[in-house]
């Protein structure tokens, strides 16, 4: 099945979501959500990473994906303008992390949702799976996802994180933000550009420093769920990312039978910003596959939906 996603002159992209959402989360936090594009569309639902904040998915929401889906973005208990409790507990318990996501997809009926799950956001859609099975979704794309957290040793996780987050946890202010930007350097291998990277900082501050540290407590290792999983898997992954590293994601392929990988040169841990319109082309790929999502016809789809004959 193939999404055109050349504009749509009946269909404006809409620069503002569509509708606000307040979402009662795991154990009664509020979580703050927006819907984007096409109320009668197949779903995608984001999931953020550490420190962030929904609006990192702009350049999906506001392209046109929202064309032809149902965009729906939120922000994690203790991010943006969710509540952000500051009890480790509330981070530490993955059962919360698997209510919140189910809460968006039941509180906002999303029919069976791709997920779209970055960085530490694999560890939230794990802990859904766990939960609640993924009889509800469609498909997973992870992207930079993380599915081990086991320190000390921090297997696949690289220095970009590992060398700035104690700093950006500790109850010190100029060294929360030294070593927020000095993770954001690390995220890309090309400065981002200059509005991004003005606006980036200031959502990453948005968590609490004790949320960032708390989130980084657990000791988790999703290779269960990854292995187990029916549903398709898109293993997004740059091969210059210095946050969770190339490593991790050849840790998936090796026990997702569901996955295929696609590799982003020269990009680091940000393929949806470094190389906004394949990342946009291979997820609308990911969304149209019902049963299966293969290299060959990731290749097709971006072939095709940039208007080329497909041969």
């Known amino acids: 099945m193939t999404h055109d996603l050349a504009p749509d002159p009946g269909h404006a992209i809409a ?8 979402i009662r989360g795991g154990g009664g936090i509020t979580l703050h959500a927006h ?11 984001f999931a953020n990473g550490w420190s962030q904040s929904d609006i990192c998915w702009d350049a999906q929401v506001r392209s046109p994906l929202a064309e032809r889906f149902r965009l729906v973005t939120f922000d994690n208990r203790g991010h943006g303008s969710s509540d952000k409790p500051l009890d480790p507990a509330a981070y530490t318990d993955e059962r919360l992390w698997a209510d919140d996501l189910a809460a968006v997809i039941e509180q906002t009926s ?8 970055w960085s530490y956001g694999a560890f939230i859609v794990a802990d859904y799976v766990r939960a609640y099975g993924d009889a509800g979704i469609a498909g997973i794309d992870l992207v930079g996802g993380a599915v081990l957290l086991r320190p000390p040793s921090f297997d696949h996780i690289g220095p970009g994180f590992l060398d700035n ?7 010190d202010l100029r060294a929360n933000i030294a070593a927020i930007r000095r993770f954001l350097r690390s995220c890309t291998t090309r400065p981002l550009p200059d509005e991004l ?8 501050m948005a968590a609490p420093a004790e949320v ?7 000791e988790i290792d999703d290779t269960d769920i990854y292995s187990s999983l029916a549903v398709p898997v898109l293993v997004t992954h740059g091969c210059q990312d210095m946050i969770v590293l190339p490593s991790m994601a050849k840790h998936v392929l090796a026990h997702c039978d569901t996955a295929v990988a696609s590799w982003y040169d020269g990009v680091g841990h940000m393929p949806f910003i470094e190389e906004t319109e394949r990342f946009n082309l291979e997820l609308a790929g990911v969304r149209g596959s019902s049963e299966s999502v293969t290299l060959a016809g990731l290749e097709g789809q971006r072939t095709a939906l ?3 004959p497909v041969g």
């Open 15 to 22: 620069i503002e979501p569509v509708q606000d959402h307040h």
């Open 35 to 45: 819907e984007w594009g096409r109320p009668d569309g197949p779903a995608i639902l």
């Open 110 to 117: 999303l029919d069976r949702p791709v997920l779209v799950a």
């Open 165 to 171: 987050a104690v700093d950006a946890s500790a109850p």
């Open 197 to 204: 990277w003005n606006a980036a900082p200031c959502w990453n």
């Open 212 to 218: 960032r540290g708390a989130l980084i407590a657990r």
């Open 306 to 308: 940039r208007g080329a």
